[in-house]
């Protein structure tokens, strides 16, 4: 009778250990493959990943073998035995989740998911054989094998990131070569089109607007080519390049991110740029890179790679990039609206509206010519000039260049203002929340004068020991703004509520939900005909508390 019920809960635990093994590979994919990452999110957020449920059932066996084998040892009874069995089949079955959680961002089985997947089931695979051969080095014995082997199969499932770990360890030099493989084919094509002219574009914030807007001006002499979306590394870049790139295409327009010292020469070296455009620096990714001073050192790569005869454009704004821009010594344009003098591109007269903005473009010539934009925000008007910059450098006219601006549409999720007809008017800022870009997007619904403001926001991250000061000041900010504010997670937004009672803001208006379906909910009894809503930042599953 026992052997039916080990059949049994056998096919129970190959069910709930391919349902963790999946969670923890979409985990790790949101956390780039990077196991120190995974690593770091496991302890911070160690109740996701062994939750209190898990850690009831795992520890629950614990015990209920232990007073097994005690009452084994007292009395062998195979009714002991099916007691055993069953509570281990209920407390396994009871871990596994029949519903589908709701996710922003679904597990994709690209083919590297799907060999890191291989990879961990023959890591347990090893674990069940090496299990197996402890059992058969054992005398034989029913009473002790079956929960002994159950409770070590136990072990394999709550242990389950960590044989992720393993899996993506064991799987590595596979990547590197595969990776190696379409970074070299990549690296030697774009190489065969002689007349192809290169953008790259780089900065803390501002880099995937300026990519779009820089496209959508050079449409006005060229045939342009961008990275899509936010494809800024070393694989996508080498994708774009491998699938999409041919000689129908004058321009290639690419976004270039990094995380380390170091990924900037990388992708520079791979992209080839002639020009490359500097858009900010600022505090972000500070986790992994410590300092801004890091940062400066990283962006600059992208100068550094350029060759004797390439274009450097820097924002000029930017203290960082001033005093970057100030120790090269290749060709270079400025841009900005401070210190004109010192400036080849320039804004002024700049109106900002709720609804878009106008704006007189000069060059250092004496030309000038208006400017009209859908775009909200003065910090967009650095990345208009950002791409005026770069199509002052390809030869466009201004008039072409005014032109072009225009036809700029907002980048989703960067500012975005949604009217869904209902009276309410949504900016979307969610991609990617940084102390820079939080503030310019409180400037931006300050200018809806006579509306009720209401913001939702999970707060920033990855600001290492500056982050809870920064939220904290953010906190401050939208006390002087908002009249509701939402706030996701109620340990990471902390320091913004903080914040805002520092301000003396009121209790009452500050509701604190958990997950961005709940703060969608209570929106819903909040809003009215009239009111702007702001999203700043959305986080991915990882961080849902």
């Known amino acids: 009778m026992s052997d039916i019920f080990l059949v049994i809960s056998l096919g129970v635990w190959i069910l709930a250990i391919y349902q963790r093994s999946k969670y923890f590979l979409h985990m790790i994919q949101l956390e780039g493959y990077k196991n120190n990452n995974f690593k770091k999110w496991i302890n911070e957020f160690n109740y996701k990943a062994f939750s209190r449920k898990q850690k009831y059932i795992f520890f629950g066996i614990v015990k209920a073998t232990i007073i097994y084998i005690i009452a084994t040892i007292i009395a062998k009874n195979e009714i002991f035995t099916i007691t055993y069995i069953l509570l281990w089949i209920g407390g396994i079955a009871n871990s596994i989740k029949f519903k589908k959680e709701k996710v922003k961002k679904e597990l994709v089985f690209t083919k590297r998911a799907k060999r890191l997947f291989i990879s961990n089931f023959i890591v347990i695979i090893i674990e069940i054989l090496i299990t197996t051969v402890i059992l058969i080095m054992l005398p034989y014995d029913k009473y002790y094998t079956y929960p002994l082997a159950l409770f070590l199969l136990s072990t394999i499932y709550y242990f389950e990131p960590y044989n992720m770990i393993l899996a993506n360890i064991l799987v590595a030099p596979i990547e590197k070569k595969i990776n190696k493989y379409y970074y070299d084919k990549a690296y030697n094509k774009i190489r065969t089109f002689k007349d192809l002219k290169i953008v790259g574009i780089t900065g803390s914030f501002g880099k995937t607007s300026t990519k779009f807007i820089t496209s959508t001006i050079l449409q006005e002499k060229y045939k342009v080519l961008k990275t899509p979306e936010s494809y800024n590394t070393p694989m996508g870049i080498s994708k774009v390049i491998n699938n999409d790139l041919t000689d129908e295409y004058e321009v290639f327009v690419v976004e270039m991110g990094a995380r380390n010292i170091g990924d900037i020469k ?32 990283t962006k600059y790569e992208l100068i550094e790679e350029l060759p004797p005869e390439g274009i450097a454009i820097f924002n000029y704004d930017n203290k960082y990039i001033r005093k970057l821009a100030d120790k090269t010594f290749k060709e270079k344009i400025l841009y900005g609206m401070e210190d004109i003098e010192k400036l080849d591109i320039y804004a002024t007269d700049l109106e900002v509206s709720e609804f878009g903005s106008t704006f007189i473009l000069n060059d250092r010539e004496g030309n000038s010519v208006k400017c009209r934009t859908k775009l909200l925000g003065k910090h967009n008007i650095q990345n208009l000039l950002a791409g005026a910059s770069v199509a002052k450098a390809l030869g466009l006219t201004l008039d072409e260049i005014a032109r072009g601006i225009e036809k700029v549409e907002p980048v989703p999720h960067r500012l975005q203002l949604i009217n869904p007809g209902t009276g309410v008017i949504v900016i979307d800022d969610a991609f990617n929340s940084n102390p820079i870009g939080a503030k310019a997007a409180l400037d931006v619904i300050s200018q809806f004068k006579d509306r009720r403001k209401i913001i939702i926001t999970p707060g920033m991250i990855e600001l290492g020991e500056q982050e809870v000061e920064a939220n904290k000041e953010f906190g401050k900010n939208i006390a002087n703004v908002c009249d509701y504010v939402i706030l996701i997670g109620q340990n990471r937004t902390k320091p913004i509520f903080d914040g805002l009672r520092e301000m003396n803001y009121s209790k009452e208006k500050i509701v604190v939900v958990n997950t961005l379906n709940e703060a969608t909910i209570k929106l819903q009894e909040l809003v009215k005909p009239g009111d702007v809503v702001l999203f700043e930042n959305d986080l991915p599953d990882t961080y849902n508390e």
């Open 266 to 297: 990388e992708v520079a070296r791979l992209a080839n740029p002639k020009i490359g455009v500097l858009t900010a620096v600022g505090p972000t990714h500070l986790e992994t890179f410590k300092n801004v001073e890091n940062i400066m050192k």
